[in-house]
């Protein structure tokens, strides 16, 4: 398995990945992180979880509208992975603010 560092909204992850998949998945980062920047234009100082939900509507509705093209099947099951994500980590976000802190 190789890694690959990948950097989106400023951030660095580090991912594993097939050996041999490096590029491509590095293509997927600098996509991701095109429509983090949109997102982040759009809603301003959202949070970073926010920022990266509005990513991955903006990325699952290009690929709904065919404005994607995507290269590969993968490209659509990453972009329908990543709102998925996004829906699941916002619950969790929602979650975490609305629980009382403990003094």
């Known amino acids: 398995m190789a890694e690959v560092?990948?950097?989106?909204?400023?951030?660095?992850?580090?991912?594993?990945?097939?050996d041999g998949g490096e590029g491509h998945l590095l293509s997927l980062a600098t996509?991701?992180?095109?429509?983090?920047?949109?997102?982040t234009g759009a809603v301003g100082?959202?949070?970073e979880v926010r920022q990266l939900l509005f990513a991955a509507l903006l990325l699952a509705d290009d690929v709904a509208?065919?404005?994607a093209s995507p290269s590969s099947a993968a490209d659509v099951a990453v972009a329908g992975?990543?709102?998925l994500l996004?829906?699941?980590?916002?619950?969790?976000?929602?979650?975490?603010?609305s629980t009382p802190?403990?003094?």
Request: hydrophobic share 45%; with cysteine.
């Open 65 to 67: 509208e065919g404005n």
């Open 81 to 83: 992975s990543l709102a």
């Open 45 to 47: 100082t959202a949070s």
């Open 5 to 18: 560092t990948l950097t989106i909204g400023g951030r660095s992850y580090t991912v594993a990945c097939r």
């Open 31 to 39: 996509r991701v992180d095109a429509k983090v920047a949109e997102a």
């Open 86 to 97: 996004a829906t699941r980590v916002e619950s969790i976000a929602d979650a975490l603010e």
């Open 101 to 103: 802190a403990i003094s």
